[in-house]
């Protein structure tokens, strides 16, 4: 099994770089970041790897930090996510983000991820809380409120998407507020924060 590579960036076309160890083109697939940090063809470069093997095919998926492997490795135990999907999962979300988003039961952030709906991520965020290690955070903010009705913290998201702010922008002034409030005043308050940044 390969679990690491260093070597020369050959190319990259979207998703997917080549990487020349010696005298050996390794064909990887990554997050748009991950791409992007290797910087231009002929960096010597460095991934963290997680070799996936199938009946018909062998794919190798690269990542800057051990961390993202990972968690790649947690998403694809799942039940139901598939490489692609884990993949999709990263680029909307970083490690950190992630971890965050599970303790809070965010559902509505991880519905941000193109191809997974509402109950989707309600079964993701049940295993993949016991498969990653969550931070210290208060696991009584939910994202539903106690009659199912949409909560303040969901409804800013809303209206920030709505505003044009991008997901990152979105989840990190969303986790500095507190789990229940006046919604105009919440969405007062992330909008001051957004002008600060």
């Known amino acids: ?28 697939t990554a997050t748009p970041a991950t791409v992007a940090r290797l910087g231009e063809p002929g960096n010597e470069v460095f991934l963290h790897v997680h070799h996936h093997l199938r009946e ?31 993949l999709a999962i990263q680029s909307v979300h970083d490690p950190d983000g992630l971890r965050c988003l599970l303790a ?20 993701l965020l049940v295993e ?17 409120g106690a009659a199912g009705e949409p909560s ?3 409804e800013v998201r809303e209206a920030l998407a709505g505003l044009g702010y991008g997901v990152e922008e979105i989840n990190e002034v969303v986790r500095g507020l507190p789990a229940e409030g006046d919604t105009s005043e919440m969405l007062k308050d992330a909008l001051q924060r957004l002008a600060v940044a």
């Open 104 to 123: 809070d039961d965010d559902i509505d952030a991880l519905c941000l991820v193109p191809g997974v709906g509402k109950k989707t991520a309600a079964r």
């Open 128 to 144: 993949l809380k016991s498969k990653l290690e969550l931070p210290d955070l208060d696991l009584t903010q939910h994202s539903i």
């Open 1 to 28: 099994m390969i679990g690491s590579l260093r070597g020369t960036l050959i190319e990259r076309h979207g998703g997917e770089v080549l990487i020349e160890v010696n005298g050996i083109g390794y064909r990887v």
């Open 152 to 154: 303040a913290r969901t």
């Open 56 to 86: 018909d095919t062998q794919t190798l998926y690269g990542f800057s930090t051990g961390d993202e492997r990972w968690v790649f490795e947690a998403l694809v135990s799942a039940h139901g996510v598939g490489p692609a999907l884990a």
